[in-house]
């Protein structure tokens, strides 16, 4: 459990079908630390989100102790830095070298291609479709046999990766595409399948059927 | 602790590159500096960044490290050494405040300079460069916030951001060439003006930003080379 602090006040900005803003609740419910929620609606952006991120206007925003900060990659190791218990980041350089750089990939190359398949129309379908099975191959060949991609637990790249473990499954099914199977990437799926059933990560993903509800109502309206 | 294993692939029109080479200059490292022609890419490039395939990789004994703002935290990692030569300050969320202005500038900056610099028509050169002036304008408010009159936005030392923009002068310097006017405004940008000439005079950063006129060449060949892409017939 984080030590606790009377004057300690953390508070998080957050979107629940967005898997960036999910980051930072996994994040926290793995440190243990109570705080704050507030969800934003961005077509009527909070006065708190405006000035919090005034540079983006977007979420998620973590707030401690009045101090904010932006960019869910960059939350996320402040938080590891801040509360030290169930360290998600190792303190060799080298695998923190690594860790960023996947979290990096992930967010510049891998999510994108996958998104993309997921609405695609049919004139770009079969380009991105490809794009999203390279995208996933690259996975595959980085998670080997590890359990995570931390190792044996929980690591900076899993938690950046909650989009593969959980999102992919359900915009795969709205597409109508067969992307992340276990028949194609059996240790990518794997890793999904111990990624959504670990204690933590569990209680704090969105609930399947609100999150497909959410994307079949995104889907309806393109 | 022994850096003749260091080695960079680099390239000297790289900014990326530059940014590594200052950060190893101020931790007074040697290294062995690989130029990568990238016209066709070495074996030895296509091995140690099979993801992007980009310079600069960091080759450190065994270890390779890709991406240049992953490559500084690396060396400012490994290479603890005192707190004159850190690179990222040592709280907590001043690092994550360094982070954040480092990835607006990875994005907004140098989309914007990019983009601006190799404009096909003069309506997207002026959409880019007038992103640019915003971003320009955030970074001097930025400056400002950070440096407390000290000079660098580390304050009295180089530090990450520092690094990050400062690798980009030479290439602002090409803008300068390109369209006749300064790289940074004297009215709207009186901080970067005074911090780009400290910035350049810095020991560990002489000597590793291009000539410019040498960058220009290098850029002008570059426009064609995309101007004759985009007009060339699909395969």
Redesign the interface.
């Known amino acids: 459990m984080a030590p606790a602090n009377q004057e300690e006040e953390v508070r998080l900005l957050g979107k629940w079908p967005s898997p960036f803003s999910n980051r930072i609740v996994l994040a926290l419910k793995l440190k243990g630390v109570s705080y704050k929620y507030s969800e934003e609606n961005l077509a009527n952006k909070s006065d708190d989100l405006l000035k919090y991120n005034p540079?983006y206007k977007k979420v998620p925003v973590l707030v401690?102790n009045g101090?904010p900060?932006?960019?869910s990659?960059?939350?996320l190791?402040?938080i590891d830095?801040?509360w030290t218990n169930n360290s998600f980041l190792s303190q060799d350089?080298?695998e923190?070298?690594l860790a960023?750089?996947w979290s990096?990939?992930l967010d510049d190359?891998i999510l994108p291609a996958i998104w993309n398949a997921c609405w695609s129309d049919e004139k770009g379908r079969e380009k991105a479709v490809e794009e999203a099975l390279e995208a996933l191959n690259?996975l595959e060949n980085e998670i080997k046999d590890k359990k995570f991609f931390g190792g044996e637990t929980i690591g900076l790249v899993d938690i950046t990766a909650n989009f593969i473990g959980y999102w992919v499954e359900i915009l795969q099914e709205i597409a109508g595409l067969e992307l992340l199977t276990i028949e194609k990437f059996p240790k990518v799926f794997k890793w999904s399948q111990e990624f959504i059933n670990h204690p933590v990560i569990k209680e704090g993903l969105p609930p399947r059927d609100e999150l497909l509800a959410f994307f079949k109502a995104s889907a309806s309206k393109k | 602790m022994a850096t003749s294993d260091l080695k960079l692939l680099g390239g000297w029109f790289s900014p990326f590159a530059c940014r590594v080479q200052i950060a190893l200059s101020i931790k007074g490292l040697d290294y062995e500096n690989i130029e990568e022609n990238l016209n066709p890419k070495s074996d030895l490039l296509l091995q140690s960044n099979p993801?992007?395939k980009k310079i600069p990789v960091l080759i450190?004994g065994d270890?390779t490290?890709?991406?240049s703002a992953?490559?500084v935290?690396?060396i400012d990692?490994?290479w603890k050494n005192n707190a004159t030569s850190s690179i990222l300050p040592s709280n907590?969320?001043d690092?994550?405040?360094a982070?954040?202005w480092v990835?607006?500038i990875d994005d907004k900056f140098f989309n914007s300079l990019r983009n601006g610099l190799f404009a096909q028509d003069d309506e997207s050169k002026k959409k880019y460069f007038d992103e640019l002036e915003e971003v320009l304008l955030?970074l001097e408010e930025v400056f400002n916030k950070l440096s407390e009159g000290k000079g660098f936005f580390g304050g009295e030392k180089i530090g990450f951001i520092d690094i990050a923009l400062g690798c980009y002068l030479s290439w602002l310097k090409v803008k300068e060439k390109f369209t006749g006017t300064k790289m940074f405004d004297e009215a709207k940008n009186p901080g970067l003006v005074i911090w780009a000439e400290t910035f350049s005079a810095h020991p560990s950063v002489k000597g590793i930003l291009p000539e410019t006129d040498k960058l220009v060449e290098f850029a002008i060949a570059m426009a064609q080379r995309l101007a004759a892409a985009a007009a060339a017939p699909p395969k």
């Open positions: 540079v401690h101090n900060i932006a960019e990659l960059v939350i190791e402040y830095e801040t350089p080298y923190r070298a960023r750089f990096k990939t190359k690259i | 993801t992007y450190h270890k490290i890709c991406e992953i490559i935290q690396y990692e490994v907590a969320y690092k994550a405040i982070r954040f990835s607006y955030k």
